[in-house]
């Protein structure tokens, strides 16, 4: 048995593998076929990239180029020419710890080569024609951007191979690995655009949200925690955060999502409790890390952390409320809603902060008639403007397969007595009658009386006489 659970495991990590390779060709090539940038010069390749993409790479550039690495980060953290003539720390103002991190990479591997004395780069002389002169094109991790890119590839193949992982662990198969990877692969462009933007800084943290998403599914379903799991969790939320300031946008959705959970009653209130702890660390280690950033504790995502533990430790108030189970649902949700909001609001003015106003005005104009100059510049992109018809109604049969989805989880899962045959074995009388359970489903008196019950779960009391 043990043989062949090592034989399954390495199995999914074989297939989990050439998932990640097959992703990483497969986005290298997109870029390489875009930008031919195996060919271009050096300055062309900076050009390459254009809007904020630059700006990050800049920074990369500095540290490569300063005389130690240490001088670089200073440099970096003591900017004189982005907002001259201020002098601002790029590190806490732009999320810049990839771009640290990859430049002590790029030191260390540019060392150790020379040391070993291997060739880190080759350079071509490439005669472009039409008039053109001669341009020298060197390729290979050597060159600073080419080990830029190529180390952003190598992460985000990486990342099929967690999302190959996450769908197995989510299923129990390998196939549901292979469902999700194709998925994946059928909706590329919805799903990713590192293969167009790789210093983008989803780039860097997308990878680390499947493995977040990873370790709280395996969180939720472990029916003991463990204090390993817990850290795993607490880095995983770290190095998410890190690199990418809307990652707390997608924090802030999934720990709603994880509160309705526990309001409806499908996780219990010590594990939520944890969770939130953990996220509460996460944010404290990152507000550190990012040198007192204060949009992080003025962000909804922390004053949503802090209204859900205020209800969690309000829970034996809640229950005191003598009012339906719907209505507490309605109750705790409206709660949450108003009081996040308005701890956002107070925690913004006490600080005194308003760079992240044009979020709250970004999300006021998809609900209301409301523009300004931010909303307007925002929308022209796609990827901030409204969901296209074609993705909505039929793209990629998506929809209608969603619906068919939700169709027979209603039919498989539908509220009723599990297993009735055992019924026939503990009461062979009654064989061919309706079973006791199905009885007391629809009527438990006079001898049970319903203690809890939702859509799921129906829990009863004997009545003592």
């Known amino acids: 048995l043990r043989r062949a659970g090592r034989g399954r495991t390495w199995t999914t990590l074989l297939l989990a593998t050439f998932a990640a390779v097959l992703h990483w060709s497969h986005i290298t090539h997109l870029f390489e076929n875009d930008r031919h940038f195996s060919h271009l010069s050096t300055l062309e390749r900076e050009m390459a990239f254009r809007t904020e993409m630059g700006l990050y790479y800049s920074y990369f550039k500095t540290i490569v180029e300063a005389p130690s690495f240490l001088n670089g980060v200073w440099m970096i953290m003591n900017d004189k020419l982005t907002e001259y003539p201020l002098v601002i720390n790029t590190l806490k103002r732009f999320n810049l710890y990839p771009e640290v991190i990859l430049a002590s990479w790029y030191r260390i591997y540019t060392k150790i080569m020379d040391l070993i004395g291997l060739q880190t780069k080759i350079c071509w002389t490439v005669t472009r024609g039409e008039g053109l002169s001669p341009i020298e094109s060197c390729e290979g991790l050597g060159d600073p951007a080419c080990f830029y890119v190529a180390v952003i590839f190598i992460l985000n193949g990486l990342m099929m191979a967690l999302f190959f992982i996450y769908g197995t662990y989510l ?76 990652a707390q946008f997608v924090l802030l959705t999934q720990i709603a999502s994880l509160f309705a959970v526990y309001v409806v009653g499908y996780i219990d209130i010590c594990k939520l409790r944890k969770i939130i702890y953990i996220h509460m660390i996460s944010l404290a280690l990152c507000f550190v890390l990012m040198f007192g950033n204060s949009m992080l504790l003025t962000s909804y995502y922390a004053s949503s952390l802090v209204i859900i533990w205020g209800i969690l430790e309000m829970k034996p108030h809640f229950l005191k409320i003598n009012v339906s189970e719907l209505s507490l649902w309605v109750i705790q949700g409206c709660f949450w809603l108003f009081g996040t909001v308005v701890l956002k609001y107070l925690t913004s003015k006490i600080f005194g902060i308003a760079d992240d106003a044009h979020i709250g005005n970004l999300l006021t104009s998809k609900f209301f008639s409301y523009k300004d100059f931010d909303t307007l510049l925002y929308t022209c992109a796609a990827e901030f403007d409204f969901m296209e018809k074609e993705v909505r109604s039929h793209k990629n049969c998506e929809l209608p397969f969603a619906f068919f989805v939700f169709i027979d989880i209603l039919k498989e899962f539908r509220p009723g007595c599990s297993m009735p045959e055992i019924w026939d074995v503990e009461d062979p009388a009654n064989v061919g009658k309706p079973p006791l359970c199905n009885l007391l489903v629809k009527d438990s008196k006079p001898h049970f009386t319903t203690v809890f019950q939702n859509s799921v779960y129906k829990v009863l009391e004997v009545i003592e006489e």
Request: glycine share 6%; proline share 5%.
């Open 171 to 246: 299923s129990g198969s390998r196939l549901g690995g292979l469902v999700t990877v194709l998925c994946f692969f059928f909706n590329h462009g919805e799903c990713t655009r590192v293969m167009w933007t790789p210093p983008l800084r989803e780039s860097f943290s997308y990878p680390f949200l499947v493995l977040q998403m990873l370790l709280v599914t395996h969180i939720l379903r472990a029916t003991k925690l463990y204090r390993g799991s817990l850290i795993a969790l607490c880095i995983s939320n770290v190095f998410f955060m890190l690199p990418w300031q809307f």
